[in-house]
């Protein structure tokens, strides 16, 4: 009960952190044996920027100024290198990542179409850049399976809108039909975005993804009262047209960190996987402690009316926080 209880505030405390936790980005696109193309991303939020820089060979040179571009979401530099001997089995560091806790996407473009992928974490501040191999799918697959849990997982607001839906749904059938519904409509969302099929801004997505989980706190709320709300009618048909906005959701956060252009479905696929897998784990943290609390309640450990006010209370603080962001994310468009 105490875990289900806290888990909005527990929400509500990390996204102080969320916006240093957004990956980095560095790409190395070679344009001769010696010469690289350098791409650095940092998120940023407003004027705030990590203060991080990639640190090369010694054997490396600048060869031109620093191109800056800044997004709402991302400060990206451009420049060139060059590296006498080329860079291959030599060591690409950011010491600063240290004290941070953000991780670092690499990705290294050879001139023969291969490409290296690699992941920087503060207790993993630098790589070898390896020779022109063949492309690594194996490592395409770990790199983004790991970014799609890790996304689905410091993804706050699509956590709270499937643990909303988990109060809300009883049974065990109907709640599969709404988690696949879900999951399939995202899904579809995410591949139409990602692969520049469909596209649409991403500030009015996020509004409107704080609108549907103040949608499910209000459903919540009037299933406590004995009313049926069009979530608990229909639970697959809100989860399957939530979904499809949450996709773009998705397909904004990912295309942050950008895709290898020689495996973009592979990438895809498995970013999409490792979003389910972190998903399912969430769902069935969520089902076994709210078993926990069942036997506590059937155990007279804690009584019905305890687990009543509880849920009530849960159901306003999902509100309180979805309502914040509504409001927070709308102003956002004129900011």
């Known amino acids: ?48 920027v990590l203060k991080l820089s990639p640190e090369f060979p010694n054997n490396c040179t600048k060869l031109a100024p620093i191109h800056r571009v800044q997004t709402p979401s991302a400060d990206i530099r451009h420049w060139s290198i060059q590296c006498s001997g080329g860079l291959a089995g030599q060591t690409v560091s950011v010491a600063e990542l240290a004290n941070t806790t953000t991780d670092i996407l690499i990705r290294v473009q050879h001139l023969n179409g291969s490409t290296q992928m690699a992941r920087l974490t503060p207790t993993k501040t630098s790589f070898v850049i390896e020779s022109a191999l063949e492309s690594s799918d194996t490592e395409v697959i770990k790199v983004y399976t790991l970014l799609g849990i890790e996304h689905i997982l410091l993804g706050f607001d699509h956590l709270l809108f499937v643990f909303a839906l988990l109060l ?79 996709g773009f959701g998705f397909a904004g956060a990912l295309a942050e960190i950008g895709l290898p252009q020689n495996a973009i479905p592979l990438a895809l696929l498995f970013f999409n996987v490792g979003v389910e897998l972190g998903q399912l784990a969430f769902v069935a943290a969520v089902l076994i402690a709210g078993r926990i609390c069942l036997v506590w309640v059937n155990k007279g450990w804690v009584s019905a009316h305890s687990r009543s006010q509880a849920l009530t209370l849960m159901a306003y603080s999902i509100g309180g926080l979805s309502a914040f962001w509504v409001i927070e994310r709308t102003v956002s468009f004129w900011a």
């Open 1 to 48: 009960m105490t875990l289900l209880l806290v888990f909005p505030l527990l929400m509500q405390h990390s996204l102080v952190r969320a916006d240093e936790i957004r990956p980095a980005y560095l790409e190395l696109t070679e344009l001769d044996n010696t010469s690289f193309k350098i791409t650095w991303k940092l998120p940023r939020k407003e004027t705030q």
């Open 168 to 246: 809300i749904i009883k049974d065990r059938r109907r709640l599969i039909g709404a988690i696949t519904a879900f999951t399939l409509a995202h899904s579809i969302t995410l591949a139409l975005a990602s692969l520049g099929i469909a596209s649409i801004a991403l500030p009015p997505v996020e509004a409107v993804i704080a609108l549907s989980i103040l949608f499910l706190a209000v459903e919540i709320i009037h299933g406590l009262k004995g009313k049926i709300g069009i979530a608990e009618r229909a639970p697959w048909m809100v989860a399957f047209i939530f979904g499809l906005l949450h």
